[in-house]
């Protein structure tokens, strides 16, 4: 009898064990450390991670767990995010300062360690310490399982392509500086790809990241906005785009000449190189929907045939090609390519909503005592401000959200975030300068474990409209509708994709309109719902979603890990 139970043990145990023989354990050490960086002629102090910039890129599959000790050698305090990550029941593991855990100080460390489930594709993973994310970011690249193919034909290669801005100065001081006059940070002195600005900048071409095919080969480019403030448009020279993939969940396949890309999102494309063996650029710069000042540089790379002729006929190196890119305001460029993007099969949609909240967001301005002083430097003499329903968002100091939530610690914030503004108005007109100081607080809204959610996101036009890439943490969301102008509840739901609508972690609002999205609240925990665009984010543009614990352990926030930093 004993020895049919331990046979029937081991053979429970090698069930077990199968279950998890494709999946992986990563272990990475990731030093944050200052390194000499030269770009633009001149050499700068800059945060790294291990030595590169960008950093290291992750490559796992669906199913892995990843294991990473952070190593804090930098002069700032610092956390990392694994961006789209949907952390289950382990928001220990997300990374944004404050919100989930305190930072890393200088010359400690913290180990991340999450596991992959569900997802697969390209995310990323970047620094959510103030403006640290400038130069601390890579790629997480997701394959799918051993044995599941591509919903695609197989590329040859696959090329993960960073986009990215750089400061001719030290980006900390960039934030500063802003946070101490209330005026607009300084736009970047270039865009980049995998870190280099290319041939249009001085001091760069040397540096250009070029990529070679060959003819007739089909490439996946992984490609992820991780600028600190431009959305973009990105293109190839002659070649067609053929999109596959946005965030992480594959879309039904279509050719684009041009893709539009906010910070926070990813966008994979296929490319075959059916053109004529040459050399062609791909190049990105800013789509800009705000009345301010932006970088309106432009980076390229090169697609490099091996089998092009090198060298123009007077000796000369062959010039490349360049791409047709949208104007940098060309609203209807982007708007046309969004409207595009559709899930591969059909969606599970929550059709019952629980809580149907609505979000307006945009900027403000906090009036001065002592108008146009060395502190009151924004329009009018004023601070620059941002919200979402009128509430800006202050980062506790005394501890994080979730620790004080998970300890029972109060006074570190409030549940009474309002689901809709408390005053209506007409948010993409002219709004009345009474409407323009937002009320400065840490409030969270609460969700029930399984509720099914509906956010309504409404750009505004207080001080200028603006597509903010609003991005959620520990989840992925339907995005149903959009639109310009106002809302109308009452005939805009009729026009929501319910079958096929893309999925994301991060959406933008278009300017002076409204984008819907729909998500089961299934991943207990504070998650930071915020505006992607770094200069908003101290400014105010967040908020975070308590979402409940609900029943049994698997829908239970799972307990800290022992050295999560202290406060």
């Not at 290291?56 to 000790?69: A, F, M, Q, S």
Request: glycine share 6%; hydrophobic share 40%; charged share 15%.
């Amino acid at each position: 009898m004993e020895y049919h139970k331990l046979f029937f043990a081991i053979l429970l145990l090698f069930a077990f064990l199968e279950s998890f023989a494709d999946a992986a354990l990563h272990f990475h050490e990731f030093v944050i450390e200052a390194k000499p960086v030269k770009r633009l002629c001149r050499t700068h102090s800059t945060i790294t991670v291990n030595g590169q910039f960008p950093g290291p890129t992750l490559e796992v599959r669906d199913g892995d767990t990843l294991v990473i000790k952070a190593i804090n050698r930098a002069r700032y305090n610092v956390t990392l995010h694994w961006h789209g990550v949907r952390q289950q029941r382990n928001p220990w593991a997300d990374g944004p300062e404050f919100v989930t855990q305190c930072p890393i100080r200088p010359g400690q460390s913290y180990t991340y360690q999450f596991t992959i489930q569900n997802q697969e594709g390209t995310l990323w993973w970047h620094a959510h310490s103030r403006w640290l994310r400038a130069t601390v970011y890579g790629a997480l690249i997701i394959y799918p399982k051993l044995g599941s193919p591509y919903p695609f034909p197989m590329p040859k290669r696959e090329i993960p392509i960073l986009l990215g801005e750089w400061w001719d100065r030290n980006p900390m001081n960039v934030l500063r500086l802003a946070l101490f006059t209330g005026a607009a940070p300084n736009v970047s002195d270039a865009l980049t790809i995998n870190g280099q600005p290319g041939d249009l900048y001085r001091c760069s071409s040397k540096e250009t990241a070029i990529f070679p095919v060959e003819a007739g080969q089909t490439i996946l480019l992984r490609i992820i906005n991780s600028a600190m403030n431009e959305e973009m448009f990105f293109g190839v020279a002659n070649h067609k785009l053929t999109v596959v993939a946005v965030d992480s969940a594959y879309t039904k396949p279509f050719a684009t000449n041009v893709i539009m890309i906010a910070p926070g999102q990813t966008t994979d494309v296929l490319l075959t190189a059916d053109q004529t063996p040459a050399r062609y650029y791909m190049a990105a710069h800013a789509y800009n929907t705000a009345n301010a000042p932006f970088d309106n540089t432009t980076t390229t790379a090169i697609l490099e045939y091996i089998s092009a002729p090198f060298r123009a006929k007077k000796g000369q190196s062959l010039k490349p090609i360049f791409p047709q890119l949208p104007g940098f305001n060309d609203t209807a460029s982007a708007t046309a390519f969004t409207a595009r993007l559709r899930s591969l099969s059909k969606a599970k949609v929550p059709l019952e909503i629980d809580e149907s909240l609505f979000f307006t967001v945009g900027l403000g301005l906090m009036n001065c005592t002592n108008p146009n002083s060395r502190r009151c430097q924004g329009p009018n003499g004023t601070r620059f401000a941002a919200s979402i329903n009128n509430v800006s968002f202050v980062f506790p100091k005394r501890n994080s959200l979730m620790q004080a939530y998970y300890q029972g610690q109060p006074g570190i914030f409030t549940t009474d975030f309002p689901p809709f503004p408390p005053v209506q108005f007409d948010y993409s007109g002219s709004v009345p300068r009474g409407l323009w100081q937002p009320v400065k607080a840490t409030k969270l809204f609460k969700l029930k474990y399984g509720s099914k959610v509906q956010i309504v996101f409404q750009d505004t036009s207080i001080v200028t409209v603006e597509d903010h890439p609003m991005h959620l943490h520990g989840y992925q969301f339907y995005v149903v509708g959009s639109g310009f102008g106002n809302f109308d509840p009452k005939n805009d739901p009729a026009k929501f994709n319910l079958i096929d609508p893309p999925q994301r972690n991060t959406i933008g609002t278009p300017p002076g309109g409204w984008v819907a999205i729909r998500f089961e609240a299934d991943n207990p925990g504070i998650w930071l719902l915020h505006c992607h665009l770094d200069s908003h984010l101290p400014w105010g543009l967040a908020t975070a979603l308590l979402v409940e614990n609900g029943v049994g352990k698997l829908q239970t926030v799972q307990p800290p890990p022992l050295d999560l930093p202290r406060c």
